[in-house]
């Protein structure tokens, strides 16, 4: 099963795969490789927001199985817990921020590509850091701008740059130490 060039990973046609399993360590597992695919399936998709009652990956028609919607619930509360992701609405829990990355792993990412592509002492905007032509298929291309100024504002507390204003948010510069 595949969508949208998505290639499922054979667990999901597992039918107890989709039944919260009652053995605590078999469930600890399961939790794992829904986190897993979740995780998986946004970042390799580029889909920033996950909303809980339109989530593809709750059903598997091939054979016939679905989460119910305490399952689903637990599902998420567990994504969340394991900081992959965000709560947008937390009184409802309808719509999940899914964090590609964690913005600790983000700051060392933008660093990384920082210094690998000279801009140590140079300087950048927020646009080019999330969709300029020298990002391509960087962790941080196209995240979400709250999630980079958040890894942003990691590599300020550590003194490794500086982000000041522009005209708009997107044209903010950062200047890398």
Known sequence: MASANFEYPEFYSFQPFFTIQPVLATREKQMGLWRDLILKYYTELRIKTLVVHECPLWKNPDIG???????????MEDFVKGGHGEWEDPDVRTR??????????LASDIYDWAEANGYINSVCTVYELHSGE?????????????????????LEDQGKCTVFKGDTSSEDGIKFF
């Open 65 to 75: 199985r679905e989460l119910d919607n305490d399952a689903i619930m637990a599902v």
């Open 96 to 105: 999940c921020r899914i964090l590609w990355r964690k913005p600790e792993q």
């Open 134 to 154: 020298d990002i391509n298929g960087m962790s941080f291309e196209g995240a979400d701008e709250e999630l980079l100024r958040r890894a942003l504002n990691i």
